[in-house]
């Protein structure tokens, strides 16, 4: 386990959120909340919903656009109503200007099988 480089700090604007690959193809989502930086899994607990997509970032908080689902980047915990599962993250920290992050291996989040279909294999026709 060893500190990875994944970007320049300069890379991720204040309140966005920017999608890199690490050690040959583990993706890592840098959030720049502000007053700090978070590294997390790409997809969204909820529904695998890609978060430098349907991610908005705002007083430290990141929305998930697709069900508002939300957690507070600073301290990782849920936050509003709708949220029903943690966000997972790499340790990370700012040095000499670049963002590094502890990656022992990927994260994945498990996902159930009704929670695998999104809203266009729903309304499929069959
Ligand atoms: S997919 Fe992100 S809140 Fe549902």
Known sequence: MSWKKVCKATDVAPNTLKKFWIDGGIPIVIANYGSGFA???PMCPHMEEPLEISGVISNCVLTCTKHLWAWNLATLEQHGTETEKDIKSYQCKEE??????LVEEEIVYEFDDEDDMDDDSFFAKS
């Open 96 to 101: 000499n200007g670049d963002i590094l992050a």
């Open 39 to 41: 590294a997390i899994p």
